[in-house]
């Protein structure tokens, strides 16, 4: 079964110091990793995204990894922001004709003052 | 990123009325439009996915007669819940992508209140 898994569930940090998310899938045939970060109330909003012979990649402040054959993937935010607080969702795609999206059940991170 | 926009971003209604909610494509044609729902601390659930000029394909376990979808031209899809109850009451996203090896981009949702 097509599962992705996330962890921790919840998350509280203080604002300046660095964190890192973790997503385990069992997706095949792998196609793609996403993980977006989803404000309380809005939308996904995409941070990153890597195909399989892609190992890291990075946008401003985020850094995503994966390990493709672990299946294993993990999301570095550095020197957190208040506004760094959301739900933050790996999403896993299938190599099948419409390239299924798995999600996962999201990471709630809460960055305090 | 595209841009994907969704209307109305909150509806209360009364039970048993039915609810449009809106999905546009703004600076692109979506070829692909998917339907999604999410109860809260939940992750997103896919409910359909429509092509442009096509039936939608419904997941296991949605209604096709109550969750009604539209997608009739290449930057709208609508979906409508009709005869709504209180537990579908819920968070309605819907995404679209150009096609199947593009990226696909969420709308910023849609928080429906059965009353």
């Known amino acids: 079964k097509n599962q992705v898994e996330q962890s921790p569930q919840s998350l509280i940090i203080l604002e300046g110091k660095n964190c890192t998310l973790q997503?385990?899938?069992?997706?095949?045939?792998?196609?793609?990793l996403r993980w977006y970060k989803q404000d309380t109330g809005r939308g996904p909003v995409s941070l990153t995204i890597?195909?399989?012979?892609?190992n890291t990649k990075s946008n401003g402040r985020y850094t995503a990894t994966l390990d493709a054959d672990t299946k294993q993937s993990s999301l570095h935010i550095t020197a957190s922001q208040l506004s760094d607080s959301a739900s933050y969702i790996c999403v896993v795609s299938a190599s099948t004709g419409f390239q299924k999206l798995v999600f996962g059940t999201g990471t709630r991170l809460l960055v305090s003052p | 990123g595209a841009v994907v926009s969704q209307h109305p971003s909150r509806v209360i209604c009364k039970s048993g009325t039915s609810v449009k909610i809106e999905c546009r494509s703004l600076?692109?044609?979506?070829?692909?439009m998917f339907w999604y729902r999410q109860f809260p601390k939940q992750s997103l659930m896919l409910m359909a996915t429509?092509?442009?000029?096509?039936?939608?394909?419904?997941e296991q376990g949605v209604e096709k007669d109550k969750f009604l979808i539209n997608h009739a031209s290449l930057t709208l899809s609508t979906l409508t819940v009709t005869s709504a109850h209180p537990e579908d009451s819920s968070f309605y996203i819907c995404?679209?992508?150009?096609?199947?090896?593009?990226?696909?981009?969420f709308g910023q949702g849609t928080r429906l209140t059965v009353v």
């Open positions: 429509s092509n442009e000029g096509s039936k939608a394909t419904y």
């Open positions: 997503c385990n899938y069992t997706v095949s045939p792998f196609s793609n």
């Open positions: 600076d692109f044609q979506a070829t692909t």
């Open positions: 995404s679209a992508r150009s096609d199947r090896n593009t990226e696909a981009f």
């Open positions: 890597m195909t399989f012979s892609e």
